[in-house]
C-alpha cells in the first residue's frame, strides 16, 4: 500500500528517497559537500539496501559498477571534485553500459561555498558521453532519480544525476511513494561488452553513438523537458535551480525547462526558439546548453549577459533581460566571520608548533586548510585530496633535500586514506626524503563528522576492522612513524625538529580527536587578570575563545572554551588556571 504522504524535504534527502523508491540494492560514496547528506539520508532505508562510505570516489564508482553488473540497481555519490577521481571508471563505464540500472550522482557547487573551483559537471559528462539529468526542486529530485533508472537499463546507459548545493540545501514538497520491486536482472557472460580492452572497446564505442542518438531523440518527447509558453516575446531554455529564478524573475515568459541535459533534444528546442521573438538561455556556470543551441544555427542570447561564475538570482536574470533592478532594501549587514578552526581544535596547536619553527607546509583538503589564515599563516598550498605529499615530493624533485627542511606536508587521516596513500607510496619509491604530517583527528571532519576506513565503523553503523594508519605507512616502507599528542606542543616540537631534519621519509601522526567527538564536560580554565603580563603568548594561535579586554589583559570565553589547555600550556605566569577538571 503506497504510503501517500507529502513531507517536506531537503534535496538532498528527497534523492535518497528517490533512490530508495526506485529499488536501490547498493550505493558506494565518500563525503563531500554539497552531496553528503544523500547517503546520510540513504542509511535510513539500510534494511531494504546496502550502502557504504569508500575511501575515494573511483572506488565507490567502481564498487556501483560491480553491482551493476551483478543485475541490480546501484548508484555513487560525490560532489563535483569527486568526479574528477571517478573520471576514469567514469569514462570507460559509458562504453560498457549497464546491466542493473546505474547512476552517478554529483553535486557541483556554484558560488564555492565549500570547494576548490566551481567546475561544470555537465563539461565531463558531455566528454564521458554520459546521459546527465537535472531536477530544479526536491519533488523533481526524487522523481527523476527512479526515472534515471528506469531510463538507464532501457538505454543500457549509466546515467549522470547533476545537482547544486542550492539545490541540495533547499527544502521542497515531496509525496512519498512505495518502493518499486525490481527483480534483479541475471549476469550473462559477454566480454565484448564487460572487459574494455581496444578491440572490444572500439564495438562498443559505436554502440554507445548509436544508444545516445536514440536519448537524444526520445528526448524530445520526455515529460521531463517541459515546455511552458506564455508571452512569446521572450523565450528563456534553462534547468535546474536557475528555473526557479527565471520563473520568479520573469512570471509571463515562455520557459523551457530541460530535465535531461544532455543530449539536448534538438527538435524540441528548434520548435521552441521558432516561436519566440528573443531567445535567452539562462544556466550557471559554462555555456553548455548555449554553445551546441548556438551551433544549430539558433540565435540566442546567453553569456553575453550573464556571467560564468558563482550562483545565479531572481534579480541578477531580471536586470539582465528586462534592464530592471528592484530598489530592495538592505537588510543590516551581520559582521564578518571569516572560517577560523573551532576552539580546541588539535590543528591548532599543530600550527602554533609549526609557525613557531618557521616551517611552510603543503596544505589538503579538510579542515586544516585553515591553517593558511592569520594568524597560523603556515599553510602554502592547497590543490586537491592528496596532493599535499606529492606535491612536497615534487619540490624537492626540483630544488634538491636542502630546500624542503623547513617544509612539511599536512594531511587528514581521512584524506590520508582518500589518495594520501598513493603518494606517500610514491615519495618511498622515489627515494625522497620529506616530512609528513598525518593529522589524525579521527573523523571526516570537514563534511560533518562521517566515518572512515580507519575509524571502526561503517556508514551503517557497523562496527568494523579499523586501518591502522601507523602500520599503513610502516608496511610502505617509512621506518620513522613516530605518533605524539597534538597539544604536547614540547613534544610536537622537538620531534618535528628531528625528523625534518634526517635524509629519509618521516611520518608523524598527531593523533587526537576532533573535540566535537566528545559529548562529555570540557575542564574550565580561566584568566587571572591581575597575573596577566600581557605578552600574548596565549593569543598567538588565535582560539576564538580568546579575546582581550580593553586593559590588554585576556579574557576566555567558558561558552566557547572546550579544556584544551593550549593557552594554559603557553602562559610561563600562571595568568591561566584549570579550575574545573572535566570528565573523564
Same mark, same amino acid.
Request: glycine letters at 8%; proline letters at 5%.
Given at each position: 500500500?503506497?504510503?501517500?504522504?507529502?513531507?517536506?524535504?531537503?534535496?538532498?534527502?528527497?534523492?535518497?528517497?528517490?533512490?530508495?523508491?526506485?529499488?536501490?540494492?547498493?550505493?558506494?560514496?565518500?563525503?563531500?559537500?554539497?552531496?553528503?547528506?544523500?547517503?546520510?539520508?540513504?542509511?535510513?532505508?539500510?534494511?531494504?539496501?546496502?550502502?557504504?562510505?569508500?575511501?575515494?570516489?573511483?572506488?565507490?564508482?567502481?564498487?556501483?559498477?560491480?553491482?551493476?553488473?551483478?543485475?541490480?540497481?546501484?548508484?555513487?555519490?560525490?560532489?563535483?571534485?569527486?568526479?574528477?577521481?571517478?573520471?576514469?571508471?567514469?569514462?570507460?563505464?559509458?562504453?560498457?553500459?549497464?546491466?542493473?540500472?546505474?547512476?552517478?550522482?554529483?553535486?557541483?557547487?556554484?558560488?564555492?561555498?565549500?570547494?576548490?573551483?566551481?567546475?561544470?559537471?555537465?563539461?565531463?559528462?558531455?566528454?564521458?558521453?554520459?546521459?546527465?539529468?537535472?531536477?530544479?526542486?526536491?519533488?523533481?529530485?526524487?522523481?527523476?532519480?527512479?526515472?534515471?533508472?528506469?531510463?538507464?537499463?532501457?538505454?543500457?546507459?549509466?546515467?549522470?544525476?547533476?545537482?547544486?548545493?542550492?539545490?541540495?540545501?533547499?527544502?521542497?514538497?515531496?509525496?512519498?511513494?512505495?518502493?518499486?520491486?525490481?527483480?534483479?536482472?541475471?549476469?550473462?557472460?559477454?566480454?565484448?561488452?564487460?572487459?574494455?580492452?581496444?578491440?572490444?572497446?572500439?564495438?562498443?564505442?559505436?554502440?554507445?553513438?548509436?544508444?545516445?542518438?536514440?536519448?537524444?531523440?526520445?528526448?524530445?518527447?520526455?515529460?521531463?523537458?517541459?515546455?511552458?509558453?506564455?508571452?512569446?516575446?521572450?523565450?528563456?531554455?534553462?534547468?535546474?535551480?536557475?528555473?526557479?529564478?527565471?520563473?520568479? &524573475?520573469?512570471? $509571463?515568459?515562455?520557459?523551457?525547462? !530541460? *530535465?535531461? @541535459?544532455? #543530449? %539536448?533534444?534538438?527538435?524540441?528546442?528548434?520548435?521552441?526558439?521558432?516561436?519566440?521573438?528573443?531567445?535567452?538561455?539562462?544556466?550557471?556556470?559554462?555555456?553548455?546548453?548555449?554553445?551546441?543551441?548556438?551551433?544549430?544555427?539558433?540565435?540566442?542570447?546567453?553569456?553575453?549577459?550573464?556571467?560564468?561564475?558563482?550562483?545565479?538570482?531572481?534579480?541578477?536574470?531580471?536586470?539582465?533581460?528586462?534592464?530592471?533592478?528592484?530598489?530592495?532594501?538592505?537588510?543590516?549587514?551581520?559582521?564578518?566571520?571569516?572560517?577560523?578552526?573551532?576552539?580546541?581544535?588539535?590543528?591548532?596547536?599543530?600550527?602554533?608548533?609549526?609557525?613557531?619553527?618557521?616551517?611552510? &607546509?603543503?596544505? $589538503?583538503?579538510?579542515?586544516?586548510? !585553515? *591553517?593558511? @589564515?592569520? #594568524? %597560523?599563516?603556515?599553510?602554502?598550498?592547497?590543490?586537491?585530496?592528496?596532493?599535499?605529499?606529492?606535491?612536497?615530493?615534487?619540490?624537492?624533485?626540483?630544488?634538491?633535500?636542502?630546500?624542503?627542511?623547513?617544509?612539511?606536508?599536512?594531511?587528514?587521516?581521512?584524506?590520508?586514506?582518500?589518495?594520501?596513500?598513493?603518494?606517500?607510496?610514491?615519495?618511498?619509491?622515489?627515494?625522497?626524503?620529506?616530512?609528513?604530517?598525518?593529522?589524525?583527528?579521527?573523523?571526516?571532519?570537514?563534511?560533518?563528522?562521517?566515518?572512515?576506513?580507519?575509524?571502526?565503523?561503517?556508514?551503517?553503523?557497523?562496527?568494523?576492522?579499523?586501518?591502522?594508519?601507523?602500520?599503513?605507512?610502516?608496511?610502505?616502507?617509512?621506518?620513522?612513524?613516530?605518533?605524539?599528542?597534538?597539544?604536547?606542543?614540547?613534544?610536537?616540537?622537538?620531534?618535528?625538529?628531528?625528523?625534518?631534519?634526517?635524509?629519509?621519509?618521516?611520518?608523524?601522526?598527531?593523533?587526537?580527536?576532533?573535540?566535537?567527538?566528545?559529548?562529555?564536560?570540557?575542564?574550565?580554565?580561566?584568566?587571572?587578570?591581575?597575573?596577566?603580563?600581557?605578552?600574548?603568548?596565549?593569543?598567538?594561535?588565535?582560539?576564538?575563545?580568546?579575546?582581550?579586554?580593553?586593559?590588554?589583559?585576556?579574557?576566555?570565553?567558558?561558552?566557547?572554551?572546550?579544556?584544551?589547555?593550549?593557552?594554559?600550556?603557553?602562559?610561563?605566569?600562571?595568568?591561566?588556571?584549570?579550575?574545573?577538571?572535566?570528565?573523564?
Amino acid at each position: 500500500m503506497a504510503e501517500n504522504k507529502k513531507v517536506i524535504m531537503l534535496g538532498n534527502e528527497a534523492i535518497a528517497r528517490g533512490a530508495y523508491e526506485a529499488g536501490v540494492k547498493v550505493s558506494a560514496a565518500y563525503p563531500g559537500t554539497p552531496s553528503t547528506e544523500i547517503s546520510e539520508n540513504l542509511v535510513k532505508y539500510k534494511d531494504s539496501l546496502y550502502c557504504e562510505w569508500s575511501p575515494n570516489e573511483k572506488v565507490a564508482t567502481e564498487v556501483a559498477i560491480g553491482a551493476s553488473v551483478a543485475g541490480v540497481r546501484a548508484m555513487s555519490c560525490m560532489k563535483h571534485v569527486g568526479f574528477n577521481v571517478a573520471a576514469d571508471p567514469a569514462y570507460t563505464v559509458s562504453y560498457m553500459g549497464v546491466n542493473g540500472g546505474l547512476v552517478i550522482v554529483v553535486a557541483d557547487d556554484p558560488g564555492l561555498y565549500s570547494s576548490q573551483n566551481e567546475q561544470d559537471t555537465r563539461m565531463v559528462a558531455r566528454a564521458a558521453q554520459l546521459p546527465v539529468l537535472e531536477p530544479s526542486d526536491s519533488s523533481e529530485a526524487k522523481e527523476f532519480m527512479k526515472m534515471a533508472f528506469d531510463l538507464s537499463e532501457k538505454y543500457d546507459r549509466p546515467f549522470v544525476f547533476r545537482t547544486t548545493t542550492r539545490l541540495a540545501h533547499s527544502q521542497g514538497l515531496v509525496e512519498l511513494c512505495d518502493p518499486v520491486e525490481v527483480p534483479d536482472k541475471p549476469y550473462v557472460k559477454d566480454i565484448r561488452k564487460t572487459v574494455m580492452m581496444p578491440g572490444n572497446a572500439k564495438l562498443r564505442h559505436v554502440e554507445i553513438e548509436k544508444r545516445n542518438l536514440e536519448l537524444a531523440e526520445v528526448a524530445n518527447t520526455l515529460p521531463i523537458n517541459q515546455v511552458e509558453m506564455n508571452d512569446t516575446k521572450i523565450g528563456v531554455i534553462t534547468s535546474g535551480i536557475p528555473y526557479q529564478y527565471v520563473r520568479e &524573475a520573469m512570471p $509571463d515568459a515562455s520557459v523551457l525547462k !530541460l *530535465g535531461m @541535459v544532455n #543530449p %539536448l533534444p534538438r527538435k524540441l528546442i528548434e520548435d521552441f526558439a521558432s516561436k519566440v521573438e528573443k531567445l535567452y538561455i539562462v544556466e550557471e556556470l559554462d555555456p553548455v546548453i548555449e554553445e551546441q543551441v548556438k551551433s544549430w544555427g539558433i540565435k540566442a542570447t546567453g553569456k553575453e549577459i550573464f556571467t560564468v561564475q558563482g550562483e545565479y538570482s531572481a534579480n541578477m536574470i531580471r536586470e539582465a533581460i528586462l534592464g530592471e533592478k528592484l530598489d530592495l532594501k538592505q537588510p543590516a549587514q551581520a559582521p564578518g566571520r571569516p572560517p577560523i578552526l573551532c576552539p580546541g581544535c588539535p590543528h591548532r596547536s599543530v600550527y602554533y608548533v609549526l609557525n613557531k619553527l618557521k616551517m611552510h &607546509a603543503a596544505g $589538503d583538503i579538510g579542515c586544516y586548510t !585553515l *591553517g593558511a @589564515v592569520a #594568524p %597560523l599563516s603556515v599553510v602554502d598550498t592547497t590543490i586537491c585530496m592528496g596532493a599535499s605529499i606529492s606535491s612536497l615530493h615534487g619540490m624537492e624533485k626540483a630544488k634538491g633535500k636542502e630546500y624542503i627542511k623547513n617544509w612539511v606536508a599536512v594531511i587528514g587521516d581521512s584524506t590520508f586514506l582518500h589518495t594520501g596513500v598513493n603518494s606517500l607510496m610514491n615519495m618511498m619509491y622515489n627515494k625522497a626524503t620529506g616530512t609528513v604530517m598525518i593529522l589524525d583527528n579521527s573523523t571526516t571532519g570537514m563534511t560533518g563528522h562521517q566515518d572512515h576506513a580507519a575509524t571502526g565503523k561503517t556508514l551503517q553503523g557497523d562496527p568494523t576492522y579499523a586501518i591502522d594508519i601507523p602500520a599503513l605507512c610502516r608496511a610502505i616502507g617509512v621506518k620513522n612513524v613516530i605518533e605524539v599528542n597534538a597539544f604536547d606542543i614540547e613534544k610536537l616540537e622537538q620531534v618535528v625538529k628531528e625528523e625534518v631534519a634526517k635524509d629519509e621519509v618521516s611520518v608523524i601522526i598527531t593523533k587526537t580527536p576532533c573535540v566535537l567527538l566528545s559529548k562529555k564536560k570540557k575542564p574550565l580554565y580561566v584568566a587571572h587578570a591581575d597575573k596577566c603580563k600581557k605578552c600574548g603568548m596565549c593569543m598567538k594561535p588565535g582560539c576564538p575563545a580568546m579575546t582581550k579586554n580593553e586593559d590588554g589583559t585576556v579574557h576566555i570565553d567558558d561558552t566557547m572554551c572546550t579544556g584544551c589547555g593550549l593557552c594554559d600550556s603557553l602562559c610561563k605566569f600562571g595568568a591561566i588556571e584549570l579550575v574545573k577538571e572535566g570528565e573523564k
